[in-house]
Every structure is written in structure tokens, then in C-alpha cells.
């Protein structure tokens, strides 16, 4: 059976692993010509992964799916760990590349491989995060759980609303943000304009 909480989860996957994906490629491509907007559209898109999948998408998992399955499925308890720890870890460098980047932007080119370095790290980090997820927890979730169990997960996902997947009440203070995060980055989040264009 294919439960809301879990379409809900994997489209917000989607639009992270979007967002993940053509940070990444904004980050390899530079500046170019256009600095203000480089930084306006990278500041915006770690904004975005620490309001939304940070605060609440991943706070359901931990609370809800990562402990239904750990009850019924012991043998993933260290991947559950994992996941748990990953959890952490993304909050604190998502600020991390937050201040790496102001650092970046304002001091100036000495500062870029830091950031640069930090960047690819952590995409790669929460891509395989993210990769696991979908492989292994949610496979044993959709085996495992019972309807309790996706009751709770149901009614949790549904309040989440992620200007990403157009799902969920809007908020018209995220327009701003959310105009930001589409006005030039590469495919697949942005229309595929360069950074450096005008």
C-alpha cells in the first residue's frame, strides 16, 4: 500500500536532492559575472534546507518513522543510528556552509576553496543519506509497520508544508524565498540559466 506520509516523504526528497543537486552545480560553475546573485541564490537554497527538511521533515522521521522501524526491524538499529546521527550532523553544517559562505562573499576569494570543499562534502553526505533512506528504511517501513503506525505517520507528514513541492498551505512570506531559490540556478532546480548570465 502506498501511504500519504511515504509520497509525502519521497517528494520531499525530490526537492532536496533537486536543490542539493544544482547547488552543487552552482557552486562548480562560480560566480561568473553576476556575484550578487551567485550568493543571493546559494544563501537561499542552505535557508531553505535548514527551514523546511531541517525542521520539519526531519524531526517526524526521528520521532516517528525511524523508531516504529527500529521496533520491528532490529538488525537496522545501527542504521537507524546513522540516520539519527546524520540528522544532527546536517543541522550543524548546513549553518556551517551558512557562515562559510558570508565568509566567502565578504572577505573575499581567499575563503572560496573552504567553502567550496565544505559544499561538495556535505551534497555528497546528503545525497547518500537520502540514498539510504529510500533503499533501505522505507522499504522495511512499507513491510513492517502497521496501520497505527501510518496513521500517526499520515497525520504528522501531512501538516508539513514545503514551498519546493507546492504541497501544503502557502505562506506568502516564502514567496521572496522561493523566487530566490528558482531565479537562476541550473536545472533541475532552476531553469537552467547560468549563474554567471545577466
Known amino acids: 500500500m502506498d501511504h500519504e506520509s511515504i509520497r509525502i516523504i519521497l517528494a520531499e ?50 520521532e516517528l518513522l525511524f523508531p516504529s522501524v527500529a521496533r520491528r526491524v532490529p538488525h537496522l538499529k545501527e542504521v537507524i543510528a546513522r540516520m539519527e ?41 546528503f545525497l547518500e543519506h537520502l540514498r539510504l533512506e529510500e533503499q533501505v528504511i522505507i522499504p522495511e517501513a512499507q513491510n513492517v509497520l502497521l496501520e497505527p503506525d501510518w496513521q500517526a505517520l499520515d497525520a504528522a507528514f501531512a501538516t508539513n508544508s514545503d514551498p519546493l513541492t507546492g504541497r501544503g498551505p ?19 532546480v532552476g531553469p537552467g540559466v547560468s549563474s554567471g548570465s545577466a
Open 85 to 125: 546521527h546524520d540528522h544532527a550532523y546536517g543541522e550543524a553544517a548546513v549553518r556551517e556552509l551558512l557562515h562559510l559562505l558570508l565568509a566567502w562573499e565578504l572577505l573575499g576569494e581567499t575563503h572560496r576553496t573552504t567553502f567550496v570543499e565544505a559544499a561538495r562534502h556535505y551534497v555528497d553526505f
Open 13 to 62: 526528497h525530490a526537492a532536496l536532492t533537486a536543490t542539493l543537486q544544482s547547488l552543487r552545480q552552482m557552486v562548480e560553475q562560480g560566480p561568473g559575472d553576476a556575484p550578487q546573485n551567485f550568493f543571493d541564490v546559494l544563501r537561499a537554497m542552505l535557508f531553505y534546507i535548514d527551514e523546511f527538511p531541517g525542521r520539519q521533515h526531519h524531526n517526524k522521521e526521528s
Open 170 to 188: 502557502t505562506d506568502p512570506m516564502y514567496d521572496r524565498l522561493l523566487q530566490r531559490i528558482l531565479m537562476k540556478p541550473p536545472a533541475p
